[in-house]
Nanobody, 127 residues
Framework: VQLQASGGGSVQAGDSLKLSCAVSVRTFAHLAVGWYRQPPGKEREFVAAIKWNDASTHYADSVKGRFTISRVSAQNMAYLQMNDLKPEDTALYYC?????????????????????WGQGTQVTVSS
């Protein structure tokens, strides 16, 4: 599995950004793709996940209603649309993937149980 994340940047509070993740994998069976983030000086935390076959999703409470994860199967791309960004959203954002029976499974498993990671893309939100 290879993951290539892009789309980070520096924005003002209230702005929007859309992150992209190019997914290269032998099979999409049972695959969940998600986003984690690591704020400065803090541990990596779950943001959102999508089950590739049925597009079911799961979100961290901190981003519900503001962030939307999606995928375009034909392009092997996953996206994270981030609206109403806040300074506390500042972090290095990682695309991740592994086999889970449900999107919630990625959220509940913790980052140490996710095998595949892309490089991070920095999101900085200033007030």
């Amino acid at each position: 599995v290879q993951l290539q994340a892009s789309g980070g940047g520096s924005v003002q509070a209230g702005d929007s950004l859309k992150l992209s993740c190019a997914v290269s994998v032998r099979t999409f069976a049972h695959l969940a793709v998600g986003w984690y983030r690591q704020p400065p000086g803090k541990e990596r935390e779950f943001v959102a996940a999508i089950k590739w076959n049925d597009a079911s999703t799961h979100y961290a409470d901190s981003v519900k209603g503001r962030f939307t994860i999606s995928r375009v199967s034909a392009q092997n791309m996953a996206y994270l649309q981030m609206n109403d960004l806040k300074p506390e959203d500042t972090a290095l954002y990682y695309c991740a993937a592994d086999q889970f029976s449900a999107a919630r499974g990625m959220g509940n498993s913790g980052p140490t149980n996710v095998r595949y990671w892309g490089q991070g893309t920095q999101v900085t939100v200033s007030s």
